[in-house]
């Protein structure tokens, strides 16, 4: 069986691919699969789906709701539940199942070594394959629940930080001119986030568009000084002065572009 919560959450059976229509229940099963083989107290759970709002019913509900999912994730060829009762609460058993969200953190982990060996192209297929698991925002909807939230903002970290050392894996191989409308859409995407200019400014130069890329840099400083009332990073500020002076390694790649 496999789960996935990189988009609107789905189990995918022998029988086909299931989606959980009550909302509630969705967000007992994501809690359990964002610590997987951990016991998840009743009282978390508890706090989880309904926050400060949960009924005198609640312990009764979520009873309910674990019978639910039990008979959701059953299976013809197995008589066990991966939901199992542990004390104080309850944790999901991955077993020989698989999680799209740990898919992703073991590519782009892989992606990481092969930099550091300098296999830029191992890295690169790696990263693509790791970004590809993603089908939008996790669980396709803004968490709610604390645990989900928090999981959600630091997966958010780890796909941004997979984004950028694609992106130099990219730069490495010489691929600078195809990753110029990838990079604007990025930017549009993460107004904010100072590497993207960085990485488009080096893009640009190396495909012979100086002022572009200095006119990127005047975005960057324009936006972050109205948006945020700071300047642009150090990178940021050592790209475009080499830009400026015309620095030879701002040129070098592995491979022709």
């Not at 058993?93 to 070594?113: P, S, V």
């Not at 803004?142 to 903002?153: C, G, L, Q």
């Not at 488009?200 to 012979?208: D, G, P, Q, S, T």
Request: net charge neutral; charged share 25%.
């Amino acid at each position: 069986m496999r789960y996935e919560i990189l988009g609107p959450l789905r189990v995918t059976k022998e029988d086909g691919t299931c989606f959980i229509s009550a909302p509630k229940m969705e967000t007992l099963l994501a809690t359990l699969l964002v610590r997987p083989n951990e016991v998840v107290s009743a009282d978390q759970l508890i706090s989880e789906i309904w926050g400060a709002a949960a009924p005198r019913s609640a312990n009764a509900g979520i009873h309910v709701m674990v019978s639910n999912l039990r008979k959701f994730l059953a299976r013809p060829d197995r008589t066990d539940s991966p939901i199992v009762t542990r004390a104080p609460g309850y944790l999901l058993d991955l077993g020989d199942d698989t999680l799209d969200a740990h898919d992703f953190l073991d590519l782009a982990a892989r992606g990481h070594e092969h930099v550091r060996l300098k296999k830029y192209a191992e890295a690169v297929a790696c990263f693509d394959r790791a970004l590809g698991l993603w089908r939008g925002q996790l669980l396709g909807r803004p968490p709610a629940s604390p645990m989900i939230v928090w999981y959600d903002t630091w997966l958010a970290e780890q796909r941004l930080g997979c984004l950028e050392a694609n992106l130099e894996a990219e730069l490495e191989l010489g691929r600078h001119r195809r990753l110029v409308p990838r990079l604007y859409s990025l930017i549009t995407e993460h107004p904010l986030h100072e590497p993207f200019y960085r990485h488009l400014m080096v893009a640009l130069y190396r495909a012979e568009r100086v002022a572009d890329a200095l006119d990127v840099y005047r975005t960057a400083r324009t936006r972050l000084r109205d948006e945020l009332g700071l300047e642009p990073c150090r990178s940021l500020q050592d790209t475009q002065r080499a830009i400026l002076v015309g620095d030879r390694r701002m040129g070098l790649v592995r491979l022709a572009g």
